[in-house]
């Protein structure tokens, strides 16, 4: 029987597609990120952390809501590696729990100005919650 | 020609301009836009997991109606091209995915027969490059934009990933300075043209949105550009919001001002 740490990363791959041994470690996924200033932990730390099974951590991070799905990750990495699907699982992972929802429909009120775009709400919902 | 039509949720809305010169424009080029009847958001943001499925459907829905219809699908909004196309590649190579969602769409009220991504997916700018041709929008250009300098913003979604949109080379793409260029006006190169401008980030922390787009504004202004244009809702609302110093335009826009249906961009 795998334990709770085996079942965790063994979802994220599946659910993932990723092959995180894949990783030659040369940073340039941290390097091409957007939003790395605002990340406790990076993208090649995602890739690291789910490698040895550290997936808790990251679920507990702000992190996983600081990626843009801007894929620039993905398309830069000289080894294919994807690093953003990893954090997209781990964020899975986070907000397909019971009430954990990063954004509710009840949030969304304060937040908007005239001009919010329809597609800023959808895309903030999609990413944040289940 | 005829193709399928999918406007999207912010063209309705916030973004019309985006829509409503993109129908006269096709107009115009010999393109007949028919709308999908009951298109269903797509969602603005596609979920990389593979066990993501029911959140896909409408996409898949959309992808069906166009099959079934003989057309390509084409989109304007950059997000819907994005959450689209990508949908269309699951359907195409993750044969439990496509199972899965097959599934779900034989309980439709009115299935339509199993789709295995058999649909050509354009982006309207696509569609004017590998379809209509450049060199056939050129001649039917009336006001050309000659002497303006203008910087495509492409930002994330019309490029990336850029094995699955093959919308143009994601690194150094050509095809918006093309079709500036096919409107009499002079693109303007600078780096930040496929860079992110915050995206959805702007809802919880707004600062970090506008450190992001204000990098691509200033960017463009600094190599002497005197508007930016995009086909991202999106974009041009994180770039305004953070306080370009040059307009932000849609490029249906630029579009309608050559083919002579706009009065002028600058006005907006």
Known sequence: MLNKTERQKEQILRSSGVNPLKCMRCGKCSGTCPSYDE??????????????????????????YKCLSCFACVDRCPRGVEPAKLVEAVRLMAIRQ???????????????????PQQLLMSAMRKYSK | ???????????????????????????????????????????AAFVSA??????????VRALAAARDAEQPLVTVCSAC??????????????????????????????????????????????????VVGFDKLKEAVKNPLTGKKIAAYYGCMLLRPGKVLGFDDPENPTIIENFIRALGAEPVIYSYRNECCGSYAVLEDAEAAKKK???????????GAEMIVTACPLCK?????????????????????ALGVKEDTDAE
Request: aromatic share 8%; hydrophobic share 35%; charged share 25%.
């Open chain 1, 39 to 64: 990340m406790e932990y990076h993208p090649h730390q995602f890739v690291y952390m789910v490698e040895t099974g550290d997936i808790e951590t990251l679920m507990k991070s702000d992190s996983i």
């Open chain 2, 237 to 257: 609302y994180n770039l305004e919001k953070s306080g370009s110093s040059i307009p932000v335009v849609y490029f249906t826009e630029l579009l309608a001002t």
């Open chain 2, 1 to 43: 020609m005829k193709v399928s039509y999918f406007p999207g949720c912010t063209l309705r809305t916030k973004a019309k301009d985006l829509d409503f010169y993109a129908r006269k424009c096709a107009e115009i080029l010999g393109v007949e836009l028919c709308e999908i009847e009951n298109w269903q958001c797509c969602g």
């Open chain 2, 50 to 59: 593979k066990d993501e499925v029911a959140s896909k459907l409408s996409s």
């Open chain 2, 81 to 130: 091209h994005n959450v689209i196309k990508q949908t269309n590649h699951a359907m195409q190579t993750d044969a439990e995915f496509a199972a899965k969602a097959n599934l779900y769409m034989s309980q439709d009220k009115e299935p339509t027969e199993a789709y295995n991504g058999e649909t050509t997916v354009y982006h309207y700018l696509e569609l004017l490059r590998d």
């Open chain 1, 98 to 116: 019971k009430d954990a929802n990063h954004l509710t429909p009840n949030d969304i009120p304060a937040l908007l100005d005239d001009e919010t």
């Open chain 2, 213 to 223: 787009s204000n990098k691509v504004s200033e960017n463009a202004a600094d190599n």
